[in-house]
């Protein structure tokens, strides 16, 4: 009887043990099961709806805005005012606050991009175990109130327009430590998604230099992050307000301000051209980052 009963539980611990896989298996495998039913398309529909209305609400209110006339009624000449000569004046500190901020996204840009992708793809080839550091030293901006940067910077800057001057421009270097760690997260996951060691072996075995091996190899697989980075560069300049308010600069944001105690229906006008310019770099983001470049063929 003994021997009988081990025998039956040798042979009955496998199909005891059968039921407790079975939530394993109905999930895809290598993943966890789902824990509750997806959402219907009518659910996601009326969410997307939703979601689309509270986001176009204030976006449309600010647009009728712009339409309506001071004595009642609705107008078009808030839009002409921009191209009247006699109020030029009223608004020569927007314009100048504009150009400031286009010469502050390039010299930002050119800032991050020229100092951090050959860092960080230094790092990635030969110095792995400092990837830890250099993603420690882009995000701790983002911990810091701008305030407290300001107060800062304030005694630096006092130097910097000793020595340079104190146009705007000289703010890319405050600017570009608050966007270092928007522009540092794509281009890291970016780097991510690539072998660079791989890529780096395989250019040297056939005999190309570094530089070329960063040229041709590196940034093309690159490029969707380095967009990305740029672009979102570029919205931090243009949004940026506390750095260019205290440091005395003007920007478009201070511009803005400035413009919009005089004529609000101008100053509303300027913000939606601002919303408009972010949505068409989305979109330049999603369409050049997915452009993949041409492989020529032999015939």
């Known amino acids: 009887m003994t021997t009988s009963s081990r025998a039956q539980d040798r042979v009955m611990t496998p199909l005891q043990a059968a039921p407790a896989a079975e939530p ?5 495998a290598g993943r966890a099961p789902r824990f509750g039913a997806p959402p219907s398309k009518a659910a996601a529909r009326v ?11 204030p976006i ?3 647009g009728i805005f712009t339409f309506r006339a001071n004595g009642g009624g609705y107008t078009v000449g808030h839009y002409l005012d921009l191209f009247n000569p006699a109020l030029e004046y009223n608004y020569d500190v927007l314009f100048q606050g504009i150009q400031n901020s286009l010469i502050l996204c390039l010299i930002t840009v050119a800032i991050i991009l020229l100092l951090m992708v050959p860092t960080m793809v230094l790092i990635e080839m030969r110095y792995p175990k400092l990837r830890r550091i250099m993603e420690f030293i882009c995000l701790v901006p983002i911990t810091i109130p701008t305030i407290v940067l300001v107060v800062g910077l304030a005694p630096t800057y006092s130097v910097v327009a000793r020595f340079v001057g104190s146009d705007a421009w000289t703010l890319a270097f405050a600017i570009g430590v608050i966007a270092l760690p928007y522009a540092y997260r794509p281009v890291a996951v970016n780097i991510a998604g690539v072998d660079v060691r791989t890529l780096t072996e395989a250019g040297r075995s056939l ?17 969707r992050g380095i967009i990305a980075a740029a672009f979102i560069t570029i919205t931090v300049v243009l949004g940026e307000f506390t ?7 003007t920007t478009f944001q201070t511009g803005l301000l400035q413009v919009e105690s005089g004529d609000p229906y101008v100053a509303v006008i300027f913000a939606l051209l601002a919303l408009l310019f972010a949505f068409v770099i989305l979109l330049i983001i999603g369409r050049v980052g997915s452009i993949r470049p041409k492989t020529r063929t032999d015939p």
């Not at 394993?24 to 895809?28: L, T």
């Open 24 to 28: 394993f298996v109905a999930g895809r």
């Open 60 to 62: 449309v209110a600010m």
């Open 47 to 57: 969410i997307l709806v939703i979601t689309g209305i509270l986001f176009l609400l």
């Open 207 to 223: 005999g190309a230099g570094y530089l070329s091996i960063m040229w041709r190899i590196i940034l093309p697989n690159l490029r």
């Open 243 to 249: 750095i260019a308010t205290f440091l005395g600069r």
